[in-house]
């Protein structure tokens, strides 16, 4: 019998997060009455706001919501508030240890663009226009996680810092598998991106990927380095399926892959792993527009599509909340991050409820 009874746990965390996530559960509520599914919805504290209850960014009983629950949604975390404490402290260690504790070590973060929101990006039409690219980022291993790790004093007095690249052949082949399936429902296109002519752990990265590939023959799979991808990203966007890659070549190939779709605010990421997952925006906790009902509620609303789609078994309906976004935005709504002249300027909130009311409508 299908599953009709989710547990959810929410963690708004910093900045714009409060008022991005309360668009977003507005549209998972409407959701689960239409469609007569119980979810219980728990709310938590990470980052900095958790640090400046608890004394840290990822307090235990954060941590073990997050481990029973069927999905997590969050919001952002970070601000300029703690941006002096110790590395261990700091609000982005909530979400590494979320990633690590949970074992989320597939980070999906399709990239595509609304015709309507061609004029937002940075680039020619001619260069965005009909991107589709998912991008697959491990996301528990590499350098976030190699040890050794940290900043020590040799015996001249210097001071050396030192991070690990590291990746085992299980890792690699992992988060292979996910990308050759991955490609398995798209087009059958998958780019593997590493720096194998110069790191010796992307060189097995190479190999393994390569050796993962042997079970998909329907798959066709190319490499490429990192620095030639970054180029291509700019220079031909269009040829990109999808585009597996280590932690850190991922956390900048996806900034870089964002800003083609004019912005940042519009960018869901699923993380996933064996039985935990956790939905959330690309960007941040933009600080500078907290509290100021302004910030973009889209990439949260995006996310939890995609918890409807990887964690709730409900693929139809993550597609309506997708229509909904590309149908507001066709009726001309836009916040700050994606005005264009000749549209209608709106804030978080009106945008939350404009998408509620095509959502209805999609519902019916
Ligand atoms: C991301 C972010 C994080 C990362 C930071 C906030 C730790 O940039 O999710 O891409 O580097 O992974
Ligand atoms: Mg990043």
Request: proline share 4%; aromatic share 6%; hydrophobic share 45%.
């Amino acid at each position: 019998m299908k599953k009709d009874n989710f547990e959810i746990a929410v963690f708004a965390g910093d900045g714009v997060g409060r008022e991005i996530m309360n668009e977003a559960l507005k549209v998972l509520r409407l959701i689960s009455d239409r469609r007569k599914i119980k979810l219980s919805i728990a709310e938590g504290y990470v980052g900095g706001s958790a640090y400046d209850l608890f004394g840290v960014p990822l307090p235990q009983q954060s941590l073990d919501l997050a481990m029973h629950c069927d999905a997590v949604l969050l919001g952002a975390v970070g601000g300029p508030a703690w941006e002096n404490l110790d590395y261990s402290l700091r609000p982005e260690r909530a979400l590494l240890g979320l990633r690590e504790k949970l074992g989320l070590y597939a980070n999906l973060r399709p990239v595509t663009v609304f015709d309507e929101l061609l004029d937002a990006s940075p680039l020619k039409k001619s260069v965005v226009q009909g991107i589709d690219i998912m991008i697959v980022r491990e996301l528990t291993g590499d350098v976030y996680f190699g040890q050794p790790r940290g900043v020590t004093k040799g015996q001249d007095g210097k001071r050396k810092g030192v991070n690990t690249m590291v990746y085992t052949e299980d890792e690699i082949a992992r988060i292979a598998v996910r990308a050759f399936e991955i490609a398995l429902s798209r087009k059958r296109n998958l780019l593997s991106v590493d720096k194998a002519n110069v790191l010796e752990t992307t060189e097995l990265w190479r190999t393994v990927v390569t050796e993962v590939g042997r079970n998909y023959p329907e798959v066709t799979l190319k490499h490429m380095y990192v620095d030639n991808c970054a180029m291509q990203l700019i220079r031909n966007p269009a040829q990109f399926d999808v585009i597996v890659t280590t932690n850190l070549f991922g956390d900048i190939l996806s900034d870089e892959a964002a800003m083609l779709t004019g912005s940042i605010g519009m960018l869901p990421s699923a993380s996933l792993g064996k039985d935990s997952a956790l939905y959330e925006p690309i960007h941040g906790s933009a600080p500078d527009i907290a509290g100021k009902n302004i910030a973009n509620p889209l990439a949260t609303i995006l996310s939890v599509a995609l918890m409807l789609r990887y964690s709730l078994a409900m693929p139809e309906d993550a597609s309506l909340v997708e229509k909904a976004v590309a149908e507001v935005l066709k009726e001309g709504f836009r916040t700050q991050d994606i005005y264009s002249e000749g549209n209608k300027l709106v804030g978080t909130e009106e945008m939350g409820n404009q998408i509620i009311t095509m959502l209805k409508q999609l519902l019916n």
